[in-house]
């Protein structure tokens, strides 16, 4: 019997930490409701879109499927953002088609290697390959010298400051295959997914923006057997490697609340 966890914190995060073997982890998500209002019915629609989708792209947005997004200035706009996501096991690549920005005004263009949300950053500066400044790109650094962009997990933004009315850009996103997803940050409150991290030293997570209850049906870690859920308090003692389950509601792990450490192994049947 698998073990199950009704997690009702608005941010669930479940952080593998990996030393070195293949690691694997499956999980069930379940939820009866869609608290998160910015993955909302707008988005849901653009979903079934056409194969090449193309609309206007808003101050503040979210994208979850390919596309082309143009975004003009009708009068000054300072604080914009686009959050973009992919499926859990997908890259996302930013190409830049045009742009006519005025960067020596104080206009940028930039483009973050994951998301920033309140202050807080997924991945976090812990789980992250890269220092926190060489997650960002500019454009008004680098120019159309660098016309594409590709995050290290599922999700990325675009940061933007345009003050001239009828200036902007043209991005197209695509989404490319990733086959070991290490972090991830569901779009859905529910669905089966499985990581698999092959023999690297590295943490990972798997984020997901609602309250839900976890299933999770088949937990590998290295050569240990068994499964114990311990006091989170007490970790696992550096036994190995272990998953940890936080809750909280920012997006950065290393700012959760620990819910629950597996430290074994374990196969069997889900609930």
């Known amino acids: ?79 914009c953002a686009a959050f973009l996501i992919g499926e859990p096991e997908e890259f996302v690549t930013i190409h830049y088609d045009l742009v006519s920005i005025d960067c020596q005004g104080g206009d940028f263009l930039k483009v973050f290697d994951g998301w920033i949300l309140k202050g807080e950053k997924f991945p976090s500066s812990q789980d992250h390959p890269l220092p ?38 043209t991005v197209t996103i695509k989404t490319d295959p990733n086959l070991f997803p290490c972090n991830v940050i569901s779009q859905t409150p ?22 839900v209850v976890i299933k999770i049906s088949d937990l590998t870690l290295g050569h240990l057997h068994g499964l114990q ?19 909280g509601t920012g997006l950065d792990p290393s700012k959760m609340m620990p819910l629950a450490d597996l430290c074994y192994s374990f196969h069997g049947p889900e609930l």
Do not use: W
Not at 148 to 166: C, D, E, K, L, T
């Open 190 to 211: 529910n669905g089966r997914f499985t990581l698999v991290v092959p023999h690297l030293h590295r943490n990972c997570s798997f984020s997901i923006i609602y309250p």
């Open 229 to 247: 859920s311990k006091n989170p308090s007490a970790g696992c003692g550096g036994i190995g490697d272990f998953v940890e389950l936080l809750g």
């Open 132 to 169: 926190t400044t060489e997650r960002y790109i500019d454009f008004c650094d680098s120019g159309l010298s660098r016309r594409s962009i590709r995050s290290s997990q599922n999700v990325a933004m675009i940061f933007f400051r345009v003050r001239q009315p009828g200036n902007g850009f």
């Open 1 to 79: 019997m698998s073990p199950s966890f009704k997690l009702q914190c608005h941010f669930i995060l479940i952080l593998m930490a990996l030393r070195g073997e293949s690691r694997y982890l499956e999980l069930r998500e379940a939820a009866d409701h869609d608290p998160l209002r910015f993955l909302g019915a707008n988005l849901k629609r653009e979903l079934a879109g056409e194969p090449l989708y193309r609309r206007a792209l808003r101050c503040l947005d979210m994208l979850s499927l390919p596309g082309q997004f143009t975004f003009t200035a009708d009068r000054p706009q300072l604080h």
